[in-house]
Structures are given as C-alpha cells and as structure tokens.
C-alpha cells in the first residue's frame, strides 16, 4: 500500500531523513517512534506530499503522492498543530469539508460526534486544544481515507475519548481495510493497536519489524549464575545489554532463541526465568545512550 524507497531530506542544509524505506501494508496500523528531532514529523510530511523528497520516492498504491491529488483525496492527515479555520462552526467545517472531499461521509461524522461530543455553535477559536483535535480526527475518519497519518493524535484528549478514539481505529483497519501511520509517544497505546512500527533516530530507520516479532526477539532473563557469569557474556551476538543487581544478572537479548537459552544454561546457572518487555522497554533498549545502533539489531 505505502511503499518507500532511499528516502532523503535535508532541511535548510541539513539532512534530516537518510535512505528511509519502509513498506506498509494495506490494512495495517503501522507505529512511527524515536525520540525528540528524530525526523517523524518530516517523514510524515514527506508521506503526505508536504515535501518532495530529495531522493527516493514514496508511492501510495504505486502511485508517487507528491503533487498527486488522486492520490492526496484518498488520504487523511490528523496533525497536532491547529490547522482548521478558527472562525469556522461545526456546521461550517463540516459543509467545507463536504465541499472538498467527495467522500466525506456526514452520517458519519455526526455519528462520531454522539462520541466526541462537540458543540455544533459554538466557533472553533473558543474550542480547546483536546476539542480542536477531536474534530481534527471526525473530519479525518469521515473523509473515509484509504490511508490515514496522525501525528500525535492523542495529545489533549481525555483517557475516556483517546480509548474510544483508538477501538475505532482498530475497526476501520479490520473492517474497512484503512491503512494507519501513527506517530506518538505514547508507546503503551501503540503496543496497543500497532501490527508493526520502525524506530527512527537521527533522520534513520534504526529498526523495523512487527510487535509479535519483536516480542519474540527481544526479551529480558533474569538469570543467577552459580560462580561467574562468562567474561564475554556481553559480547555474545544475541545480548543487547547486562545488568547486575546484586547476584541477579538482567540479560536483554535481541535475538532469543533456543539455542541462546541452551548456551545460557551451560554456564552453570542456579535459577533463570524469563520476563517479556513491553514496547516502552524494548524502545528504551534500544536508543540507551550506551547502546551503539549499528550493532543493535545487525
């Protein structure tokens, strides 16, 4: 569905995105993370067809989106700067968007607004930030996009509306095959509804894969070692990091395997048990300040 291919861009002489490729497939929920000036908001605008890329390419259903407006009408943009007329209504808003979008579907947005609840009167300047992006995401779900991209979608909402906000994302992706790029920091929502997600730092794809991959992969052992633990332990291909709390030694390994767990126990250890981490964990494994990323998941 999204194909992108050696991506590259570079903002008032700097290089913010490197050789980006990323494939997305049609009717996945696909998570962007990475922490502060990482690139996500230039990719996602790249994505959207706000930059032109100065290498590379990125297709949307084979098609290249920039100055594309075929391919543009299919796609909703949920952003967490204000870009709406603030002197605009609901009513107002929806009539514009109705104008613009062929697509847009008003059963549905007054359906979602038995959720969201917003004033239909009342100008959209008086609005806060949390109602601002609520209807930010309406008009985006009612366009009926084929391809959706929000840039944190869920700052200012409430947890009651974020959870509603994100079980309708999970039925459009099942029910109406839509294609999600979600960009946030909150990891425990994207490990939520997320089937894959890529970590981007320093303008790079640093990682890539499925959540049910990675779950599998990337796992933490507590492990007590009757003597010593090996002198190369840290060394060993599979292990991320070694941590020592008293006799207990936190081994976060990125590739666990039987064949890990057997050379493990042939270390003459005493006790071992092994802990799934969550996305939140595996992310601050991975970008630790004391982790190289070239030999991270090679």
């Known amino acids: 569905m999204i194909d992108i291919v050696d991506g590259y861009k570079s903002l008032g002489g700097k290089e913010v995105l490197k050789n980006i490729n990323l494939k997305v497939e049609k009717g996945s929920i696909f998570g962007l993370i990475g922490p502060n000036g990482a690139g996500k908001t230039t990719l996602i605008k790249n994505i959207m067809g706000i930059y032109k890329l100065d290498k590379g390419d990125i297709k949307i ?53 038995e959720v969201f609840q917003l004033p239909e009167k009342k100008s959209i300047r008086r609005f806060s930030k949390g109602m601002k992006m609520r209807l930010s995401i309406m008009l985006n779900l009612s366009i009926m996009p084929e391809v959706l991209v929000m840039d944190e979608p869920t700052n200012g909402l409430d947890p009651i509306v974020k959870r509603q906000f994100l079980n309708i994302l999970l039925e459009d992706a099942a029910e109406r095959g839509t294609t999600v790029i979600i960009s946030s920091h909150n990891l425990g929502e994207l ?108």
């Open 61 to 113: 259903k084979g098609d290249s989106v920039f100055e594309n407006s075929n391919v543009k009408s299919i796609m909703g943009y949920v952003t967490d700067e204000n870009n709406l007329f603030n002197y605009f209504t609901l009513k107002d808003t929806v009539k514009f968007y109705s104008l613009s979008y062929k697509s847009f579907d008003r059963n549905r947005f007054y359906k979602l607004n």
């Open 191 to 298: 490990e939520r509804i997320c089937d894959s997600i890529a970590i981007l730092n320093n303008g790079e794809i640093k990682y890539s894969n499925s959540i049910e991959n990675m779950k599998e992969s990337i796992r933490k052992i507590q492990v007590v070692f009757k003597e010593y633990p090996p002198e190369d332990l840290e060394k060993w291909d599979e292990v991320i990091k070694v941590e020592k709390v008293g006799r207990v030694h936190n081994i976060v390994t990125k590739n666990y395997s039987k064949e890990f767990v057997d050379r493990l126990n042939n270390c003459e250890i005493m006790f071992h048990e092994e802990i799934d981490l969550s996305l939140e964990d595996m992310f601050i494994y991975s970008v630790g300040g004391d982790v190289n990323y070239e030999e991270l998941f090679k």
